[in-house]
């Protein structure tokens, strides 16, 4: 309303004040009596003599824009009051705080426009105004790239798991402008993602996590690296500005303005705002709550409009003596035309919904009319209740990835309380009978997914029971809704499913139903999962891939083969891979692949253990991306295992460099992995193997290495790897301090050193091979195991 009143008003002074256009070009004005007299335009620059503005004039307007920026300042009051509000934790509060600071310091700055002859006033300007415009832009930007680097996978899966093709933001039918936008985006990203990492370099204590199976997914950017990269792309503005003020030639005066400053300030505070709009063009049902598209793109229309009608005025030739007052309203109106809009959508409008949306008070509204409305009124209620906990769990998930966790298990708890007759949700109550029983199919499918979404959310982070006892709540759920007949879909049942399968074979799901053991629930679980995904592809692999696992833990490898044998016939890494990375958190169908060759290994079977691993290598690895080196390392150890049982010694050593040693050096130093503590004595055990001469002294710094006090591999991270890749890191270094020790001479003292050291290390992978009443559990493991201890028991 402001714009159109400011622009209307525009109109009107125009009309009445400048009724005539003299001359063209820039010539010297004859009127004795014009305040504003352009002499002279040379060199880059307009000599211009200025006039004065009114008093009264800079008293309305000083009003006007004072009363506009407290508005702004309250408002920015308001977001860091409320800072910890769930619905303004998914806006960024302290990036969006900024933007209203800065949106109120470019409208405080148009009072500058109404003292033309203040010199420090003129000099001011410029910079004040465009530093200020630069970083609302640039917010705006940095908001939107942290959003969908959240964001980006679950858009794209979301794009690809109805066609088995995994497609990107484009697709066939797109028309090349799209295409070519939807490449701008990605390319866009990429550069801001790239620039956070140079933080570290800049004396950041934090590290970059890669890898980590499927929390590497996910980027997580927070709010440091997010300003930090905000004030990177800020470099050349407040660059240009600084010189502006500190150079007298390019800097403006009541009686000069240089143009080559200005057109290139123009230009850089322009770019930020296409970016802006640029990084908010992703598509996907998960970017709506989020994009800013519109409202950017809506302003900067109001901005170009506003600029349209002011800018011809503004280079007319004074006809009238209050010019000045003229020429600093359209000034003004220009500045505000741009920062008011952005302010009044990106912030008032999100003020005002925060105010007035609460979780709890739209679940009251639904209990209250629920208690008295007709049938037809309670389905409407119902599916207005669904969308309501539909979108209080998407905001939930997106506190989650920002790493808000308190904030977003109270969003799930809200989002599964909407489904409570009674009271509120809570982990340790669950859900009454009679309450599953009253849940329709939405309902249950909103139920059992917010559940499992908060078990991974919390997983890791809280006490085991809290992590597992709502996944097994909502397979519980599933099981006894009488809904459940009547479903066509149940693939929100399969990360349950599948969270049960991990849970239980890494030892997080301890208690079974009376009668059953580990082994027996496991292969039950995996049986379901397989037969509720028969028929939807890339779950049914992973069920497959599941119920492998679970019959090689019954040492049932004959079986577990045939499994993924059957399995190999509907997979395809280059299709699936990826669309079970996102919505499983890591592919292990590429995993059981790999393991399976060890499997044919353990029963004699070494031509297809060997025809195996060459599938795995040309089919899976290269669809395992680098930023994720613990699943390559996953994928590489039972194929380094199996090709150096049978002499293909060459041939590993390239495929470890290949897929592990370069891509690390990319990665430079400050990296952390779980796959970091196996990777120097791998390739360390690589090297000697493959060079039948290695000189002592090209081993010392290892051997300094390995006898130090440092412990090298955290007992958490043995676990992974020996349930996984079934080969203990332990041994592995106990491997390596076996061989250095048989080549050095016998009066070394470092020999009794490495080899006691050594079998320090083989009893602590012996007690991870063994249960309490020491059977042997992972048989694959304890044959490599076995022989690297008896050997060193010999030599000590």
């Known amino acids: 309303m402001v714009i159109h009143l400011l622009s209307s008003v525009t109109k009107f002074l125009t009309i009445k004040m400048m009724p005539s256009l003299r001359g063209g070009g820039i010539s010297p004005s004859l009127d004795e009596y014009h305040p504003i007299r352009i002499l002279s ?36 009051v308001y977001f860091i009051r409320n800072r910890t509000n769930s619905l303004l934790l998914l806006s960024q509060p302290i990036p969006l705080t ?59 899966f979301a794009s690809s798991a109805g066609g088995g093709e995994i497609s990107y933001r484009g697709n066939n039918n797109s028309s090349r402008s799209k295409l070519t936008i939807e490449r701008a985006h990605t390319v866009a990203m990429s550069i801001l993602t790239s620039l956070s990492t140079l933080s570290i370099a800049c004396g950041k204590s934090r590290r970059i996590t890669l890898g ?60 930020p705002f296409f970016l802006a709009l640029l990084l908010n063009t992703s598509e996907g049902s998960s970017w709506q709550i989020f994009q800013e598209y519109e409202m950017i793109k809506s302003s900067v229309l109001i901005a170009l409009t506003v600029l349209v009608v002011t800018i011809p005025s503004m280079l007319m030739p004074p006809t009238e003596v209050e010019i000045p007052n003229l020429t600093a309203f359209l ?17 008032f409008v999100k003020s005002i919904s925060i105010r007035t949306k609460s979780f709890d008070n739209s679940k009251d509204v639904l209990l209250r009319r629920n208690s008295s409305d007709s049938a037809s009124s309670q389905m409407n209620d119902d599916a207005v209740k669904i969308s309501a906990a539909e979108e209080a769990m998407t905001m939930a998930k997106m506190l989650g990835h920002m790493g808000s966790l308190d904030a977003s ?13 009674q009271g509120k949700y809570s982990i340790q109550d669950g859900f009454t009978r009679k ?26 982070h809280s006490p085991r029971e809290l992590c597992t006892k709502p996944v097994l709540d909502a397979l519980s759920i599933y099981d006894s809704a009488p809904v459940r007949r009547h479903l066509k879909d149940r693939s929100f049942v399969f990360p349950v499913l599948s969270y049960i399968c991990v849970g239980v074979q890494g030892g997080k799901i301890l208690e079974f139903p009376e009668g059953q053991d580990q082994a027996d629930y496991l292969l039950g679980v995996a049986n379901t999962f397989v037969s509720e995904t028969e028929y939807q592809c890339f779950h049914h692999c992973r069920a497959l891939a599941l119920k492998a696992a679970s019959l090689a833990q019954q040492l049932k490898f004959d079986k577990a083969v045939e499994v993924i044998n059957g399995m190999n016939r509907i997979y395809d890494p280059v299709k699936h891979s990826r669309i079970i990375a996102e919505e499983y958190g890591s592919d292990h169908c590429c995993n059981a692949m790999a393991l399976s060759a060890l499997w044919l290994k353990h029963l004699g079977r070494e031509q297809e253990a060997v025809i195996m691993c060459d599938d795995v290598i040309e089919r899976c690895l290269p669809e395992i991306d680098e930023r994720n080196m613990l699943g390559r390392i996953l994928l590489l150890i039972p194929s380094i295992a199996v090709l150096l049982a049978y002499g293909q010694l060459e041939r590993t050593v390239e495929l470890f460099t290949q897929f592990v040693i370069e891509p690390v050096k990319r990665f430079g130093q400050n990296w952390s992995s779980p796959a970091k503590p196996v990777i120097r004595p791998m390739s360390l055990l690589l090297k000697i193997c493959s060079q039948s001469e290695v000189f002592i002294t090209e081993l010392d710094d290892d051997i300094e290495w390995l006898l130090n006090d440092e412990e090298k591999m955290p007992d958490l991270v043995d676990t992974i790897y020996t349930s996984k890749a079934q080969w203990s890191p332990y041994d592995l270094y106990a491997e390596i301090c076996l ?17 006691t050291e050594g079998l320090r290390l083989s009893h602590l992978a012996d007690s991870k091979l063994k249960n309490e009443s020491g059977d042997v559990v992972h048989p694959i493991a304890f044959s490599i195991h076995n022989a690297v201890m008896s050997e060193l028991e010999e030599l000590v």
């Open 98 to 156: 900024l933007t209203v600071f800065a949106s109120s310091v470019a409208t405080l700055s148009a009072y500058l426009f109404a003292f033309p002859e203040n010199d420090i006033a003129c000099a001011s300007r410029q910079p004040i105004i465009f530093t200020s415009l630069s970083l609302i832009g640039t917010l705006l930007s940095t908001r939107a790239w942290r959003i969908g680097s959240i964001l980006a996978p679950a858009a794209d």
């Open 435 to 460: 309450e599953i029983q009253s849940f329709s199919a939405k309902s249950l499918e909103v139920v059992v997914t917010a559940l499992v979404t908060m078990a991974k959310t919390i997983d890791t």
């Open 409 to 421: 298990v109270d969003a799930f708890h809200k989002t599964l309380s909407f489904f409570k007759l």
């Open 212 to 271: 980590g199976g499927g929390k590497g997914i996910r980027r997580q950017i927070d709010t440091t690296q997010l300003l930090f990269v905000t004030v990177i792309l800020m470099m050349p503005q407040l660059t240009l500005q600084i010189l502006n003020v500190a150079i007298p030639m390019m800097r403006a005066t009541s009686t000069k303005r240089p143009i080559v400053p200005f057109v290139i300030g123009v230009v850089l505070t322009a770019i």
């Open 739 to 755: 061989r250095i020790a048989k080549k050095l001479e016998k009066d070394d003292p470092r020999r009794a050193l490495l080899m």
């Open 41 to 76: 335009a040379a060199d880059g620059q307009m000599i211009v003599e200025e006039g004065t503005t009114s008093l009264s004039f800079r008293i309305c307007v000083g009003i006007i824009l004072s009363l506009l920026t407290c508005v702004q300042l309250l408002v920015a």
């Open 331 to 347: 000034q003004t109106a220009s500045l505000l035309g741009l920062a008011l809009p952005l302010f009044y959508q990106i912030a």
